[in-house]
């Protein structure tokens, strides 16, 4: 029996993403994890390890179930890193421009352009917030207990687990963010906590988040120089790295402690990697 066989399997939704492919690398990083990257999008150009034996990809449909239940059969670990900030995912263009060019880019798409994300269970009348934030949680949480409770046996030694990425309800949310970003983000965590005799729920609560090895200099990584630094919010920081998030995720997994599952603050992340 080969080692890759041995090893629990992770499947990361949203693991194309700016947060998802961290932590895609923290688990192969670990080199004690099969990982499978499930998304829309089978380039694996974001991940440094992405020549690993113990990584796949499969391209999934969140919200269509069929593309991805017979997988989740084998999977001992799901971590669900899809949600939206903005419904126009134009703001991407402008909160990770790398050159003056591409930030005017970024704006003239942001106001001039409407975007929807393609995916089949899209409905422009449904609010995106509730569709994304909370509706493909629901949905995957859902598959994942049926399929668990249907088992016979357990793929790993230990409990399977479900984690949610959700978000700290910081000054810059409350004040810049539509208040369904927060709301759908608290529906879903109440979703994915009820299913607790199934998995261990382990809800992460990160604030703004910036790369810490970047060096780029983008809005994204200037916002967080800001707000790290700034002496009118001296020690109330609302920012987080993505690398201490993902961190935290494969920590609280492999935790034996946190078997019953749990909500993890920003503050938690931050005490956590100090």
Known sequence: ?????????????GGN??????????FLNTNRYNVIVASRSLAGKQHSLSH????????VDIFNPATYKSILTNVDHVVHSI?????????????????PC????????????????????????????ELYNYQSCKILADVFKDVIKSSNTNTSTHKRSFTYISAEETPLVKNF?????????RKAELHVLQYEDYFTPIILRPGFMYDE????????????????????IKNKSFTCSIQSVSKEV?????DPKFQEGGIITLADIKRDFI
């Not at 990584?221 to 700034?230: G, M, Q, R, Y």
Request: net charge positive.
């Open 1 to 13: 029996m080969s080692m890759k066989s041995l090893l629990p399997t992770v499947m990361v939704f």
């Open 17 to 26: 993403g700016f947060l998802g492919s961290k932590i895609v690398t923290e």
């Open 52 to 59: 690993s034996p113990f990584l796949q990809y499969k391209s």
């Open 83 to 99: 949600g939206i900030i903005n419904p126009n995912e134009n703001y991407k263009k402008i909160i990770n421009s790398k050159t």
């Open 102 to 129: 591409q930030f005017a880019n970024g704006l003239m798409d942001y106001f001039f352009k409407s975007t929807t994300k393609n995916t089949s269970a899209v409905d422009k009348n449904v609010n995106q917030y």
């Open 177 to 185: 963010i539509s208040a369904d970003y927060i709301t759908t983000k």
């Open 213 to 232: 090895n970047s060096t780029d200099t983008t809005p994204r990584s200037a916002i967080a120089c800001i707000l790290n630094n700034s002496n009118i």
């Open 250 to 254: 494969v920590r609280k997994i492999e």
